[in-house]
T-cell receptor
């Protein structure tokens, strides 16, 4: 059974550009959460989606948006990229709310 | 939102010794406390978790304890091995399942 998958693995963008990151949850998992992990720090919660509805949002600006599709996959969009957006973006899926979260390998975003 | 603090930030132990990592949380509504292990360049892996209706949970060499009154929980690793070397993160989550992570503990097990 495949785990959480994310694409792309690595991405280099220029300041001001826009980026879309993709996540496919474990089969049967209905909830997807997104996290930003800056080097040397713990993951920071960005968004949580459950059954295609946004269920939570962390302390991130409106440049960050996300959505979940009918097949439970998800996209994270970041507009007007800043140098400070450079980080590892992790997606995690869980069977349902209140269950364990399993992480994908992440997308390493570098903004130059 | 929740605020999770984690100590120490770095920890070195001799192989075979025990390691203890401590976390405190602020939100009394938090009821789920997972621990993740992250090796360099890899994804965080869930190693053990505990829910608020339980005081202690063990899985072989790993145990977690929870004190809801004091709002702190700890990870205990016994008989440490070099492959235990990694960064460990604690997290707190409420019924909404939104995880708030600590800042991580870099554990080095010296052979």
């Amino acid at each position: 059974d495949a785990g959480v998958t994310q694409s792309p693995t690595h991405l280099i963008k220029t300041r001001g550009q826009q980026v879309t990151l993709r996540c496919s949850p474990i089969s049967g998992h209905k909830s997807v959460s997104w996290y930003q992990q800056v080097l040397g720090q713990g993951p920071q919660f960005i968004f949580q989606y459950y059954e295609k509805e946004e269920r939570g949002r962390g302390n991130f600006p409106d440049r960050f948006s996300a959505r979940q599709f009918p097949n439970y996959s998800s996209e994270l969009n970041v507009n007007a990229l800043l140098l400070g957006d450079s980080a590892l973006y992790l997606c995690a899926s869980s069977l349902d709310l209140g269950y364990e979260q399993y992480f994908g390998p992440g997308t390493r975003l570098t903004v130059t | 939102g929740e605020n999770v603090e984690q100590h120490p930030s770095t920890l070195s132990v001799q192989e075979g010794d025990s390691a203890v990592i401590k976390c405190t949380y602020s939100d009394s509504a938090s009821n789920y406390f997972p621990w993740y292990k992250q090796e360099l360049g890899k994804r965080p892996q869930l190693i053990i978790d505990i829910r608020s209706n339980v005081g202690e949970k063990k899985d072989q060499r790993i145990a977690v304890t929870l004190n809801k009154t004091a709002k702190h929980f700890s990870l205990h690793i016994t008989e440490t091995q070099p492959e235990d070397s990694a960064v460990y993160f604690c997290a707190g989550a409420n019924t909404g399942n939104q995880f708030y992570f600590g800042t991580g503990t870099s554990l080095t097990v010296i052979p």
